[in-house]
Nanobody, 127 residues
């Protein structure tokens, strides 16, 4: 049984930083790409960032490029999302997700490529 547990959310002022963590268990972490998605009130869940199973490739939504950094530590079975220069529009529940297929080299942007999801962590950015 795969479990993903996010932490690190909270309330921060605009311009501030937060670091989200997602600890995974249940299958070989290093074989699967990982992603972060977010959902704001009244909006659909959207892609934020992803990292390949090897960690060599990263992918970002245009809205966070240059401000957010995704990374992974396969020894700790953990993926991180460093969020800098936060804006009020970044306010959302952030979810980490693990891809359906191991050693995958296809799209990292579609939520349908992800099989397991965490419970989410709230990020609120005040203006």
């Amino acid at each position: 049984q795969v479990q993903l547990v996010e932490s690190g959310g909270g309330l921060v002022q605009a311009g501030g930083s937060l670091r989200l963590s997602c600890a995974a268990s249940g299958r070989t972490f290093s074989a699967y790409g990982m992603g972060w998605f977010r959902q704001a009130p009244g909006k659909e869940r959207e892609f934020v960032a992803a990292v390949s199973w090897s960690g060599r490739s990263t992918y970002y939504a245009d809205s966070v490029k240059g401000r957010f950094t995704i990374s992974r530590d396969n020894a700790k079975n953990t993926v991180y999302l460093q969020m800098n220069s936060l804006k009020p529009e970044d306010t959302a529940v952030y979810y980490c997700a693990q891809q359906r297929r191991g050693y995958y080299s296809g799209s990292y942007y579609s939520q349908y490529e992800y099989e397991y999801w965490g419970q989410g962590t709230q990020v609120t950015v005040s203006s």
